[in-house]
C-alpha cells in the first residue's frame, strides 16, 4: 500500500480521538495536552519506525527476487548446458540433421540464458554471468568443432572430446551449479532477514498498541499483510524453482541437492545405504504421437502418482525432463527391499492411462545404483543412467548396476567411436577377425560345418571378446552393418576352403534387426556372388526370440533366401517365447538346442526330457538338430543316444583362427570317433537309471 492511504488512515483516526475528547468536557483540557504528545510521540516513533521497516524489507525483497530471478536463470542455464552436452553425444551416436539442429537448439538456449544473466547482474553476479558466458563460448567452440569432426568423420574426434569437450563441459557445469547455489543461499538469507524485521517490527508494534489504539493497529494490520505477501511470494517463488510445473514433483535441482545431502557424511548415518533409481517411459513417444500432447501431459502426471504411491515416506520422486522420473530412497535395508520398490514402481507403470483421450499402455525401464555416505552423486547417477540403458535394451524392466556388464558411458561411447569408425573405413587393417568352431556330424564322426564367431583386435585394448563390443553395436544401432561385414569376412574365407577342396557350411550369426532391412537379402546374394560360394554351404542363425520381432516379414524373408539355397539356423532355442504354431511355419533347415539345457545334461534329467522333446520335435517337423555348449565327453554320448544329429562345444573343439581350424577339426574328429559307439552298434546306455528312465518315459 502507498503512503498517502497511510497518511489518510492516520488523519481519520486522529479525528476520531479528538471527537471522542470533544464529547467529554471534563478530561478534555486535562488530555488534550497529554494525548497530544503522547499520540505525537507514539505516532511519530511508530512512524519512523515503520518507515525504516518498510524501506529495509522492500530492499530486501528486490534483493532477494533477484537473487530468485538469477538463481532461475543460472539453473536455466545449467539445463540447457546438459541438454547441450547431450545433444552433442546423441550427434556422435547418430549424426543426422535433425540432430544437429537440436544441437544447435540447446546451444542457443544456453547462451541466451547466460546472456540474459549477464543483462540482468550487476556486482560480482555480473562478474559470475561474463566469466560463465565466456566458458560457454569456450565449450560451444570445442562442441562445434567436434560436430564438424564426427561429420567429417575426422578420426581426431574422440581426442577432441576427451581434451576439449568434456573438460571445458564439466567446467562450465560445475561453475554454474555453485554460482547458482551461491545465489540460491543468498536468497534464503534473505527470507531469513526478512523475518528477523517482521519479528522487530511486531514487538515494537505491540508496544505502540498499548499506547496508540486502534491507530497501532490498523498500521500494524496494513504492514502485516504486505509482509505476508511478501513471504507468501518468496516462498511460491522458491516452490517454483525447485519443483516441476506439470507434476509439482521435485525437479532436476532439488533432487541433485537431496542426493548430495543424502550422501554427506556430515548429515548422514554413514552406516546407512541409499538407492537411487532413473525411469525411463516406454511408449511415450507414441502416446504423443497418437492421443496428442495433453494426453502426454496427463500420462506424465500419473506416472508422477502411481511413482508417489509405491515408495515411501521420505522417499523422493522427481520428473528430471520430459519422461524421465528418478526416485531417491535415502535409507535401503537391502539390495531385496529396494528392488522390490524397483519392481512395484515398474508394475504400477505397466497398467493402462485411462485418459480422457483414450487409453494408452506404457512401461517403464528402471535403472537402479546403490551407494552409500561419501559416494559421489555424480557417480551415483551415473550408474544409475548405466543400469536404466540396460534395463531398457534388455526389455527386462528392471536392472541393478553391475560394474562388469555396465560400462561407464566415456569408455562406452569411446569403443562405439571406434566400432563405427572400422566399419565406416571398412576395417582396412582387418581388426574384426572370425574365429570358427567346429561342428561334429555324430552320425559319422566328421566335421562337415563351423560356426563363425567374431573377434576384435583392438589397436590399443588387445582382443576383445564379443561380449566386450556387440551390446555396444546393437545398443548404438551398428549391429547391421556390423552383421554384414562379418558375413563378408565368412563368406571370403568358405569360399577360399571350398577352392582348396574342404568345403564346409559356415554359419554366421545374423542381428534380428537385419530381417527387418530391405537390403538384407541382396547382401546374401551379393556376398556369394562376389566369392563364389555356392549357397548351400553358407548358413544364417537367427535367434529364436529374434524371430518373434515381425514375424510375419521375418518368414517371408527367411523363405526368399532359402529359396536361393541358403541355410537358416533356429539358434539358442527354448530360450525365446516363439509358439508352436510359429515354429511350424517357419522356414528353417536347422534348430540349435541352447547350451543352458546342454551343460547339465549329464547331472539333471530334466534337461535330458527337454533335450529328447526339442530333438524329436525338430525332427517332426523336419529339421536337423544341433546341440551347442556340449563341454564334457559324457554329454557327448548322451546326445547321440537321444538321437541329436550335430554337436560343438570345448569338449570337441574351441573356436580357432581361420589357419588353424583344420588341425581343430582333425582334433575334433579324433575325439568324437574315440567317445562314439560305430553307428548301429550302440550299447546299453551309459546313463544313470534315472535318466535312462527319463529317455524311455
Known amino acids: 500500500m502507498r503512503w498517502p492511504s497511510w497518511r489518510r488512515a492516520v488523519k ?3 479525528r476520531q480521538g479528538a471527537a471522542a475528547r470533544r464529547a467529554d468536557p471534563v478530561l478534555r483540557p486535562r488530555r488534550s495536552l497529554g494525548m497530544t504528545a503522547a499520540l505525537a510521540a507514539v505516532l511519530c516513533g511508530l512512524g519512523a519506525f515503520t518507515l525504516w521497516g518498510t524501506l529495509q524489507a522492500t530492499q530486501a525483497t528486490e534483493v532477494q527476487a533477484k537473487a530468485l530471478v538469477l538463481d532461475a536463470i543460472f539453473s536455466e542455464a545449467s539445463s540447457a548446458v546438459a541438454v547441450q552436452e547431450m545433444q552433442a553425444r546423441h550427434y556422435q551416436l547418430e549424426p543426422s540433421v535433425a540432430a544437429r539442429a537440436r544441437y544447435l537448439e540447446s546451444a542457443a538456449q544456453a547462451d541466451a540464458a547466460l546472456r540474459r544473466a549477464v543483462e540482468l547482474s550487476t556486482g560480482e553476479a555480473h562478474e559470475d554471468a561474463l566469466r560463465l558466458q565466456a566458458e560457454q563460448s569456450a565449450y560451444r567452440q570445442a562442441a562445434d568443432e567436434l560436430i564438424v569432426m564426427v561429420t567429417d568423420r575426422n578420426p581426431q574426434a574422440v581426442t577432441q572430446d576427451r581434451l576439449e569437450v568434456t573438460p ?8 554454474i551449479t555453485e554460482v547458482s547455489r551461491a545465489h540460491h543461499t543468498q536468497a534464503q538469507k534473505l527470507v531469513a532477514d526478512l523475518r528477523k524485521v517482521q519479528t522487530r517490527m511486531f514487538a515494537a508494534t505491540v508496544v505502540g498498541f498499548a499506547v496508540g489504539l486502534g491507530l497501532v493497529a490498523a498500521i500494524w494490520r496494513v504492514m502485516l499483510g504486505y509482509q505476508r505477501r511478501v513471504l507468501q511470494h518468496a516462498e511460491v517463488s522458491q516452490h517454483q524453482a525447485l519443483h516441476d510445473p506439470l507434476t509439482g514433483l521435485a525437479n532436476r535441482l532439488l533432487f541433485q541437492r537431496r542426493l548430495e545431502d543424502a550422501l554427506d557424511p556430515a548429515s548422514a548415518d554413514p552406516a546407512d545405504r541409499l538407492a537411487v533409481m532413473l525411469i525411463d517411459m516406454n511408449g511415450f513417444k507414441a502416446v504423443n504421437d497418437t492421443l496428442g500432447h495433453q494426453a502426454g501431459d496427463d ?16 522417499d523422493t520422486v522427481a520428473r528430471l525432463g520430459g519422461d524421465e522420473f528418478a526416485v531417491l530412497l535415502p535409507r535401503v535395508g537391502s539390495v531385496e527391499a ?14 493402462n492411462y485411462l485418459l480422457p483421450a483414450g487409453s494408452a499402455a506404457v ?3 528402471v535403472g537402479m545404483a546403490l551407494g552409500s555416505t561419501g559416494t559421489s552423486a555424480e557417480d551415483m547417477l551415473r550408474h544409475a543412467d548405466a543400469a536404466m540403458y540396460r534395463a531398457k535394451t534388455t526389455g527386462k524392466g528392471v536392472a541393478l548396476y553391475d560394474p562388469d556388464v555396465d560400462t561407464d558411458q566415456p569408455s562406452r561411447m569411446a569403443l562405439f567411436g571406434d566400432l563405427r569408425d572400422l566399419l565406416t573405413e571398412g576395417d582396412p587393417h582387418g581388426e574384426l577377425v572370425l574365429y570358427y568352431q567346429p561342428q561334429v556330424r555324430l552320425a559319422d564322426a566328421t566335421v562337415t560345418a563351423a560356426e563363425a564367431l567374431v573377434r576384435w583386435q583392438h589397436p590399443q585394448l588387445g582382443l576383445l571378446a564379443p561380449d566386450a563390443f556387440l551390446y555396444v553395436a546393437e545398443t548404438g544401432g551398428l549391429e547391421i552393418p556390423l552383421t554384414y561385414h562379418l558375413m563378408r569376412i565368412a563368406v571370403k574365407q568358405a569360399a577360399k576352403w571350398c577352392a582348396q577342396g574342404h568345403p564346409l557350411t559356415v554359419s554366421v550369426n545374423v542381428s534380428p534387426n537385419c530381417l527387418l532391412d530391405d537390403a538384407f537379402v541382396g547382401q546374401v546374394r551379393s556376398a556369394l556372388a562376389e566369392h563364389g560360394l555356392p549357397a548351400t554351404l553358407l548358413r544364417l542363425e537367427i535367434t529364436e526370440s529374434g524371430m518373434t520381432t515381425d514375424p510375419v516379414r521375418a518368414q517371408d524373408v527367411l523363405r526368399r533366401v532359402r529359396r536361393d539355397g541358403v541355410q537358416v539356423s533356429i539358434d539358442d532355442f527354448g530360450t525365446g517365447f516363439s509358439s508352436l504354431n510359429q515354429l511350424k511355419l517357419l522356414s528353417a533347415d536347422e534348430l540349435k538346442i541352447d547350451k543352458t539345457f546342454v551343460h547339465d545334461l549329464a547331472t539333471d534329467p530334466g ?8 530333438i524329436e520335435l525338430a525332427h517332426n517337423l523336419g529339421l536337423f538338430v544341433t546341440a551347442e555348449g556340449v563341454e564334457d565327453l559324457t554329454a557327448l554320448a548322451m546326445l547321440d543316444e537321444l538321437g541329436c544329429d550335430q554337436v560343438q562345444g570345448f569338449a570337441l573343439a574351441r573356436p580357432v583362427p581361420a589357419d588353424r581350424l583344420m588341425t581343430e577339426i582333425r582334433k575334433a574328429q579324433d575325439t568324437a570317433r574315440a567317445t562314439l559307439k560305430p553307428s548301429g552298434h550302440r550299447g546299453p546306455s551309459p546313463l544313470s537309471p534315472a535318466h535312462a528312465a527319463a529317455y524311455h518315459r
Open 338 to 351: 529396494a528392488l522390490e520398490i524397483a519392481e512395484r514402481a515398474t508394475g504400477a507403470l505397466r497398467r
Open 12 to 14: 481519520r483516526l486522529g
Open 168 to 175: 571445458a563441459y564439466y567446467t562450465l557445469q560445475h561453475d
Open 607 to 614: 534337461d535330458a526330457i527337454l533335450v529328447r522333446s526339442a
Open 363 to 365: 512401461s517403464g525401464s
Open 299 to 314: 500420462v506424465l502426471v500419473e506416472t508422477g502418482h502411481r511413482l508417489r504411491k509405491v515408495v515411501r515416506d521420505g
